[in-house]
């Protein structure tokens, strides 16, 4: 009898894919043009500034190419996206006024539940608008603000959000930030005053119900001197036969001697291009803590990255990226030494199976005034079959000589060894496998909140058979 | 045929990167007038080695021409702009054939002397032919005030069971432009070993691509380089595992003083169907003066799950508790950045046996540490 071959399965994303009739929903044509731009922006009440600042970004895209370096997008044609889709529905901060198929689709995805037990504040996202978000009194009363982008935009945060909006992330940054500028829609606002500590996290989940459509989300986090914050996105989409977009961008501003946490857990559906951009800066003695599990996604490219301009400043980049069928997931880390004493930490995992691609892209880049920094890069990378493919690609750019610089990286499958250890110890080999690829995860997963590490294991589910004989 | 060196693109890398790290290749920007002056010393030539120059008129259908078709199929390390150059420029090949089963012992060593004002390019081709072994130290020198071109690209083909162990020493004077553009094969169980010192010049390209295609063949690379005052130096290293069983093994080391820059790319390309190959590289380098400029890029390709890859790299100053040990012992910072400098480069230079060469690496590293 042929011995069958030990098996990871693929992630169980039957939780995700379901999906609701979107024909009532108000959408723009597909495609872009100077008239989409302009309709979405009046479409959002935009303030003048704001519908000059797309109009621009719309110009800077056209002139920008698509990158030459990453996975094939070839399969994306923007005459083919629709770039705005506004559900029937107005944002609201109770729960009961959600439209019935919206309401059911976060039930699903367990995001009500989670604000009751263990979050402080929520806000939800169907295809381009936010349709829920609220915060808890307690935390509104440290006068910290999380409210919609929109309405952060056009009330008494207009100022601020003006002083920051793509400051950090420019449309010319590449082609796809230009884009996101053009046409962003929805996303979410946080302001963590001085000195406040937020004990538990803020969440914002992200759902792209209809098909074709691209999602482009702004987040803007802004952590005052001293201030403490987590936040959590999560984001997930129905699979459809047609390509769909999301081109979000995040920009985290971390004042002296602030922190923040940010989580994500990425489930997009595997005909979803993500070209997303995430960015923070820290002021002297900032800390960013990127945690990022990236599962979903036909491709790829997200690489966050992080600016320590202030002295005695410090990034760390956690993540794991699990690339199966049909998937090319180019994600890792940037992080740029600007400030004195400045340390940055990256360590990242990845998995490649059944014909999955997985790169790990980084970039260190230590700047002339950036003495005594220190960084450090650790990636490895875990392949289950020989028809999957995994890469790294580390650069390191030192311009400085009082520096400390590591970096190792290592590439196999499952050790013959360790699985003969455990099994010399009286487990069977299935069960050593599985104790193999749970562990290797498990850096990762014990940097996420409790239920996102029981989440993330039940994604990559081991399925063991007919091991002897 | 062409005899002039002028702008073209090199040293890219098999997979691309960002754009603004300005590291995917480098832009050669010269504009030089061979003149096809230089001195080549041929010395040691052992029982088994021939050599002979392909492409000579008197050698049509001859063995050389017949090897040099198949090496003509070998890849270079920077690549086909640099291939168009040496083939417009240089008009013969100085090939060097190990015979079959021949174990030579001594090595075969080429010197070319080089002089101000010279500007030439060469190629090489080396084949050990089945179950031989064969040494070959070459150095290109000058005195240390001298300008000019050289540019010298070495083939090499490891046969059935045949090992290349190919050192070369770069010593060529302040002023001087270099590639040094290697390409290579190894057949099943065939092995190539490089040695490199990269201490001289102004600007130095080195490129280096070894095909793995046989089973259990193997390549072991070494390169130590040491870059002062305004030196340049852009390498890019590729390995290709494509034999069961092959292993790929490089160690880069060295030390950036003053104003210098230095790029280094390093591939491990494990391909589909090289079940059980290895591959492995270390890059160390000590960082001297606050206004050198590093750029490292380390790559790991792999297309098959039997395989095992791993990179590793170090980059800094000398280390705190290191420095603090060396002061105990009564050297100064500046002596101690020295002595360290020096072992990071003897430890490549170790691997070398020919006197003569070691004599001149030393000499040149004394010279270089005497301006202190």
């Known amino acids: 009898m042929e011995r069958e071959r030990t098996e990871v399965n693929d992630i169980d994303r039957s939780i995700y894919d379901f999906r609701y009739s979107d024909e009532d929903f108000y959408k723009v044509d597909e495609g872009l043009t100077k008239d989409i731009v302009l309709q979405i922006s009046k479409e959002k009440n935009d303030p003048e500034w704001m519908r000059d600042f797309r109009l621009k970004s719309l110009d800077i895209y056209n002139k920008l190419k698509v990158p030459d370096w990453g996975p094939d997008i070839s399969g994306l044609n923007m005459d083919d996206i629709v770039t705005y889709v506004r559900p029937n529905t107005k944002m609201t901060t109770s729960w009961e006024e959600v439209p019935e198929d919206i309401k059911n689709t976060f039930e699903r995805l367990g995001i009500p539940q989670a604000e009751r037990t263990s979050l402080a504040g929520v806000g939800a996202q169907y295809d381009s608008e936010l349709v829920y978000h609220n915060v808890k009194d307690e935390v509104s009363e440290l006068g910290v603000v999380y409210t919609d982008m929109e309405s952060a935009l056009t009330g008494e945060y207009e100022e601020m959000v003006k002083e920051h909006f793509m400051k950090l992330v420019p449309p010319t940054d590449h082609k796809f930030a230009a884009l996101h500028g053009a046409v962003w829609s929805g996303g979410s606002f946080v302001y963590v005053p001085k000195g406040v500590k937020v004990d538990i996290p803020l969440q914002s989940y992200f759902r792209l119900n209809a098909a074709g459509a691209g999602q482009f989300e702004h987040t803007l986090i802004i952590v005052s001197e001293g201030a403490d914050l987590h936040f959590i996105e999560g984001c997930s989409a129905p699979k459809y036969n047609v390509a769909n977009l999301h081109a979000g961008c995040v920009e985290l501003y971390i004042g002296k001697n602030a922190k923040l946490r940010y989580s994500t857990i990425e489930n997009w559906s595997k005909n979803m291009y993500n070209l997303n951009t995430k960015r923070a800066v820290c002021e002297e003695g900032g800390t960013i803590e990127w945690v990022s599990g990236s599962f979903g996604s036909h491709v790829s490219y997200l690489y966050p990255s992080s600016v320590l301009k202030g002295d005695d400043s410090h990034a760390e980049f956690t993540g794991i990226t699990f690339a199966g069928n049909g998937q090319n997931l180019d994600t890792g880390a940037k992080m740029i030494h600007v400030g004195k004493r400045t340390s940055s930490f990256i360590n990242t995992k990845s998995i490649s199976k059944a014909g999955g691609i997985s790169t790990y892209r980084s970039s260190i880049t230590v700047l002339p005034n950036a003495e005594d920094s220190k960084a450090s890069v650790s990636c490895t990378s875990l392949m289950l079959d020989d028809i999957s493919r995994s890469d790294t690609i580390p650069a390191m750019d030192i311009r400085t000589d009082k520096v400390d610089i590591g970096h190792e990286a290592k590439i196999g499958r499952i050790s013959d060894d360790a699985v003969f250890y455990l099994m010399s110890r009286g487990i069977s080999e299935e069960d050593a496998k599985a104790m193999i690829v749970s562990g290797f995860a498990d850096p990762v997963s014990k940097e996420l909140p409790l239920e996102y590490a029981v989440e993330m294991n039940n994604l990559i589910q081991l399925e063991m058979k007919g091991a002897i004989g | ?372």
């Open chain 2, 1 to 372: 045929m062409s005899n002039r060196l002028t702008e073209m693109t090199v040293n890219k890398l098999p997979t691309l990167t960002w754009n603004f790290l300005k590291i995917n290749d480098i832009k050669v920007k010269e504009d030089i007038e061979l003149n096809g002056r230089g001195q080549i010393t041929i010395r040691n030539i052992p029982d088994g080695v021939i050599i002979g120059n392909a492409g000579c008129e008197d050698c049509g259908g001859c063995a050389v021409s017949k090897i040099m078709e198949t090496t003509n199929s070998i890849t270079n390390g920077m690549g086909p702009e640099a291939k168009e150059f040496f083939d417009s420029v240089c008009d013969k090949s100085l090939v060097i054939r190990a015979k079959k089963n021949a174990k030579i012992d001594e090595p075969l060593c080429i010197s070319y002397n080089m002089a101000n004002g010279d500007a030439n390019a060469v190629k090489q081709v080396i084949i050990a032919e089945e179950g031989s072994n064969i040494t070959v130290v070459m150095d290109y020198n000058s005195k240390s005030s001298d300008s000019g071109f050289f540019g010298v690209q070495t083939i090499l083909h490891a046969c059935r069971g045949a090992t290349i162990n190919l050192v070369k020493i770069e010593l060529l004077g302040k002023g001087y432009v270099h590639f040094d553009d290697i390409g290579g094969s190894c057949d099943n169980e065939g092995i190539i070993n490089t040695v490199q010192m990269i201490l001289g010049g102004k600007k130095s390209y080195v490129g280096l691509n070894v095909d793995l295609a046989g089973y259990k063949s193997r390549y072991s690379g070494n390169t130590g380089y040491l870059c002062i005052n305004d030196q340049f130096l852009d390498m890019n290293y590729y390995i290709g595992h494509r034999g069961k069983k092959s292993e790929g093994e490089l160690t880069v080391k060295g030390a950036l003083r003053d104003e210098a820059v230095k790029t280094f790319r390093g591939t491990i390309d494990l391909k589909h169907g090289a079940k059980g190959a290895k591959g492995d590289e270390l890059e160390e380098t000590l960082l001297l003066s606050e206004k050198v400029k590093n750029n490292t890029l380390p790559v790991i390709l792999c297309d098959e799950d039997d395989v095992e890859g791993a990179h590793g790299a170090t980059i800094g100053r000398l280390s705190k508790d290191m420095l603090f040990y060396m002061e105990s012992r009564g050297f100064s910072e500046h002596e101690a950045e020295v002595l360290m400098t020096k072992g990071k480069l003897n430890s490549i230079r170790n691997l070398i046996t020919d006197q003569s060469s070691i004599g001149k690496i030393q000499h040149y590293m004394e010279e270089a540490f005497r301006d202190e």
